[in-house]
């Protein structure tokens, strides 16, 4: 597991950043913390690492977005789903085959994603700094995650 | 003479919505909301609307013909949303009038949806012509856009992380307000004081732009620290404060925009811009600087089926038309 603290949102802009230049396609990136964690901002830092042109913003209200850069970049929020059902009508997987897929609130699809993924947990700490802590399933044991400390 | 009579069929997100539109006068506009449908997931899922689109447009068809006072067979053109919306609730309308049209022999149009929400105003202001500065803001969608002339547009600010509607959204959820998040927070915030609580304005450094995730933060950074200490103020303050902070960003943008440009014009479409505060402030900010400011009544901020025909009028009168091949878009571009 791989702990980086971030003092601001640049830093964990920055972050995702460099987590882009270890993912390949069909990777999933599970995002998980409370509302105004920097989850988004996280995404968008992601979104710069693979070139993609467009502002990458919330997918909440739609649940789903699309990107195309390096790779294409899926980004989908799973934040107002009520049960596995209506998660599955989504069919994420499907929608990560060719590139990759960022699920915010992605706890509740650690169950679908099981077998390969990389979850990071957002913890926001009294002075407004956050803590992301990175665990791999699967492809990711042996990768160089330490690369996103920078 | 009189011009073409156009049927427009809106089914981007949440609402089924259609109207007919004749010389820039609405002869019917009828919608089937599925906001009971939403509320209970704070928000509108895609499979949940593209069911409820089948289930409504046909009779709902009938009711905007039947409301306009005329038949199916004097239907000049049809139009559709192409995009950006959800891609499954898109292609019922748009499979739907692409049948229609087939059937009809008539010409389709596949219609931008914010190009829509350009040309409301336009129905019930006939004084209204660009260039102008319109701001769209609603639960999908957060821009500032320049209309130098109808069909040359550019977005000139947008937001880089919510959009105000999500704003709006996210925080009544959090706050335990309901679905959808303005009208209930404008609810919520009667009799509030909405200077009580300073809740923060982003992205001072970026004229146009607009971002509503540091308010986000804000709000619940706010709100748990003073549950915990046992002094949290009425809702109805924090709820007022939410709203002027997200209005405050929104006006102060849009005359960022007036001034950046030099046009005399502003205009309003989508949901965020039926928020009472909005259009008081919008009002107050525009006759402080001699603009004049043109904002369709609600039933017409929010998506319509007229918006959608009256767009269709200008494209048609330009010898425009789609093919019936044509598909959907859902990340549809203004412009592009």
Avoid at chain 2, 120 to 131: D, I, M, N, S, V
Wanted: with cysteine.
């Amino acid at each position: 597991m791989i702990r980086v603290h971030c003092p601001d949102a640049a830093a964990t802009r920055a972050v995702g950043r460099r987590l882009a230049g270890l993912l390949r396609p069909g990777d999933v990136v599970l995002l998980a913390g409370d509302l105004g964690a920097g989850k988004t901002v996280f995404a968008g830092g992601i979104g710069d690492g693979l070139g993609v042109e467009d502002p990458v913003v919330s997918p909440t209200f739609v649940l789903v977005r699309h990107y195309r850069g390096l790779m294409p970049m899926t980004h989908a929020d799973i934040y107002r789903l009520g049960s596995s059902a209506e998660l599955e009508d989504l069919d994420l997987p499907a929608e990560s085959a060719d590139g990759v897929l960022v699920v915010e609130w992605g706890d509740a699809a650690s169950q679908a994603f099981a077998d390969d993924h990389l979850m990071v947990r957002f913890a926001v700490h009294p002075d407004g700094t956050r803590t992301l802590e990175f665990t791999g399933t699967g492809s990711w044991t042996g990768r160089p995650l330490q690369e996103v400390a920078g | 003479m009189s011009g073409p009579i156009i049927l427009g069929l809106e089914t981007s997100c949440d609402e089924t919505a259609i109207g007919v539109v004749r010389d820039g006068v609405v002869l019917s506009n009828v919608l089937s909301s599925q906001v009971d449908d939403h509320a209970r997931f704070g928000g509108v899922v895609p499979e949940v609307a593209a069911r409820a689109h089948v289930e409504a447009i046909r009779s709902l068809t009938h009711r905007a013909l039947r409301d306009a006072g005329i038949h199916q067979l004097d239907v000049d053109a049809v139009a559709a949303t192409r995009g950006p919306g959800l891609a499954g609730a898109l292609m019922v309308g748009f499979s739907y009038g692409k049948a229609m049209a087939w059937a009809l022999d008539r010409p389709f149009l596949g219609v931008d949806h914010m190009e829509g929400h350009l040309f409301a105003p336009t129905l019930e202001h006939p004084g209204f012509e660009p260039p102008a500065i319109v701001l769209l803001a609603s639960g999908g969608h957060s821009q500032i856009v320049l209309t130098r002339a109808w069909g040359d547009y550019e977005t000139v600010g947008a937001t880089i992380d919510d959009a105000a509607g999500e704003a709006f959204d996210k925080v009544a959820r959090f706050l335990g307000l309901g679905f959808p998040g303005g009208p209930a927070i404008d609810r919520a915030s009667d009799g509030g004081d909405a200077t009580s609580i300073d809740f923060p304005r982003a992205l001072g450094d970026r004229p146009t732009d607009l971002s509503f995730s540091g308010l986000k933060t804000a709000v619940v950074t706010f709100v748990r620290r003073h549950h915990e200490a046992g002094d949290l103020p009425p809702l109805s303050d924090v709820a007022a404060a939410v709203q002027e902070a997200i209005v405050d960003v929104l006006v102060a943008k849009t005359m960022n925009a007036v001034e950046q440009t030099g046009v005399k014009v502003v205009a309003g479409g989508g949901g965020v811009l039926a928020n009472r505060r909005l259009r008081q402030r919008l009002t107050e900010a525009c006759a402080a600087r001699g603009i004049r400011l043109f904002l369709p009544s609600p039933i017409l901020c929010t998506d319509n089926g007229a918006m959608v025909a009256a767009a269709a009028a200008f494209r048609l009168e330009r010898g425009e038309t789609s093919p019936l091949d044509s598909e959907v878009d859902s990340s549809l571009r203004l412009g592009s």
